[in-house]
């Protein structure tokens, strides 16, 4: 498969467990995030998103917070399956002065290694 | 099957050598986008349209051009390619825009010599 990161961070769960990956986001008039999972040799896949005026979303077996004061997103995935391990990233809607633009900002990304 | 499809999905090509990399999607999406992906860097914008004949920059275009003459398509074009546009490429739609959800496709290995 495509390698989308030599030096990724990584975290690395057993198969059961609850994982929680960080992010932390540039822009703090930023008014919508998404997480996206990218399983190797593939394109990103929408997974959840949030916007600015909540602090939590759920979805299946996924949550995501959102820490304006500190700029920082997680993700959190329940009972971690095999199947979750990818590469997990964050994006931002950038604001101007103008309002919400058409471009993502993306994070760095992180590798999830689900141990069976 | 609602999707969008790159080709090619692998490209070996040299200094200079114009190349073009298709984009198609048949979900009737007014919004495309492409990026690139490089180690390190994450995913970048480079190019997006919110409609037919109507394309804007992203945050790393120098280099690329686009087109959206037809809603369904949307060619990146590199006009004289160069080693530090080696990287991964994908092309995206939404219904409408960023806050919808983007469908992404399989991705293009670039890699110039």
């Known amino acids: 498969g495509e390698s989308v990161g030599l030096h990724l961070p990584t975290l690395s769960v057993q198969e059961g467990d609850n994982s929680i990956i960080n992010c932390a986001y540039s822009?703090?008039?930023?008014?919508?995030f998404i997480w996206y999972k990218q399983e190797s040799g593939k394109g990103p896949q929408f997974i959840i998103d949030i916007r600015s005026n909540m602090d939590k979303r759920q979805g299946q077996r996924v949550t995501v917070l959102l820490n304006k004061t500190v700029k920082h997103l997680s993700l959190q995935i329940a009972a971690t399956q095999p199947g979750d391990s990818a590469v997990y990233f964050c994006a931002e809607n950038m604001m101007n002065y103008g309002g919400a633009t058409n471009k993502l900002i993306f994070g760095t990304g992180t590798l999830l290694a689900v141990q069976p | 099957e609602a999707q969008v499809t790159q080709n090619p999905r692998y490209l070996i090509t040299v200094t200079g050598k114009k190349l073009t990399v298709t984009c198609s999607q048949n979900m009737n999406h007014e919004y495309m986008s492409w990026y690139r992906q490089d180690p390190g860097l994450g995913l970048r914008q480079i190019y997006y349209?919110?409609?037919?004949?109507?394309?804007d920059k992203g945050d790393v275009p120098e280099g690329y051009k686009v087109s959206r003459k037809e809603k369904r398509n949307f060619p990146l074009i590199l006009e004289s390619p160069s080693p530090n546009q080696t990287s991964l490429y994908f092309c995206?739609?939404?219904?409408?825009?960023?806050?919808?959800?983007?469908?992404f496709g399989p991705g293009t290995r670039l890699l110039v010599l």
């Open positions: 822009n703090s008039a930023s008014d919508y």
């Open positions: 349209s919110m409609n037919v004949e109507v394309t």
């Open positions: 995206a739609s939404s219904l409408s825009g960023v806050q919808e959800t983007q469908y």
